[in-house]
T-cell receptor
Framework: DTEVTQTPKHLVMGMTNKKSLKCEQHMGHRAMYWYKQKAKKPPELMFVYSYEKLSINESVPSRFSPECPNSSLLNLHLHALQPEDSALYLC??????????????FGPGTRLLVL | GQNIDQPTEMTATEGAIVQINCTYQTSGFNGLFWYQQHAGEAPTFLSYNVLDGLEEKGRFSSFLSRSKGYSYLLLKELQMKDSASYLCAVPAGANNLFFGTGTRLTVIP
């Protein structure tokens, strides 16, 4: 299994809603990532978990809350989002999370629209 | 810090060859990645170069010159399905991949 899966594929939410994005991989990877990508822009790193511990938080607002229940699963909890948070949210994983040259494998993304 | 420059858009004809350039500045070089991203889809890994020279993988090849801070992706025998964005990226510390803005390639018949 060389796939990173993400659910849901699309999500529409109001600014007062609470929702969660889910990501799963079964490649035995120990690092997992959340990226945000706006249209025609490159992915921007939000969070990195390495061995289920948060290792990088790129100054993301607290309305985004990551969770890594185990080495295969990564969640992103959303609360009180703003319309400008509408974007494609990409999950990725890599083997061990310690080497700079590791290849990251991306999921198909969740397209989020905040109204 | 890191900086990456790529052309924003390119157009090429089906069956032709196209070269997508990337220049980078980074504090401490740890290799360079190329990813392909179709519209609305996830980036998919194409290549990783850490040594100078050309690496060929089927229709796609990637070149690196560390002394010039320069890489290119060469696509041969272009197909319509190659229409996509091509992202150049460099590691910015462990677990951290810094992406360029990408080159949007359109293949025309």
């Amino acid at each position: 299994d060389t796939e990173v899966t993400q659910t849901p594929k699309h999500l529409v939410m109001g600014m007062t809603n609470k929702k969660s994005l889910k990501c799963e991989q079964h490649m035995g990877h120990r690092a997992m990532y959340w990226y945000k990508q706006k249209a025609k822009k490159p992915p921007e790193l939000m969070f990195v978990y390495s061995y289920e511990k948060l290792s990088i938080n790129e100054s993301v607002p607290s309305r985004f809350s990551p969770e890594c229940p185990n080495s295969s699963l990564l969640n992103l909890h959303l609360h009180a989002l703003q319309p400008e948070d509408s974007a494609l949210y990409l999950c990725a994983s890599s083997q061990a999370g310690g080497a700079v040259e590791e290849t990251q494998y991306f999921g198909p993304g969740t397209r989020l629209l905040v109204l | 810090g890191q900086n990456i420059d790529q052309p924003t858009e390119m157009t090429a004809t089906e069956g032709a060859i196209v070269q997508i350039n990337c220049t980078y500045q980074t504090s401490g070089f740890n290799g360079l990645f190329w990813y392909q991203q179709h519209a609305g889809e996830a980036p998919t890994f194409l290549s990783y170069n850490v040594l100078d020279g050309l690496e060929e993988k089927g229709r796609f090849s990637s070149f690196l010159s560390r002394s010039k801070g320069y890489s290119y992706l060469l696509l041969k025998e272009l197909q319509m399905k190659d229409s996509a964005s091509y992202l150049c990226a460099v590691p910015a510390g462990a677990n951290n991949l810094f992406f360029g803005t990408g080159t949007r390639l359109t293949v025309i018949p």
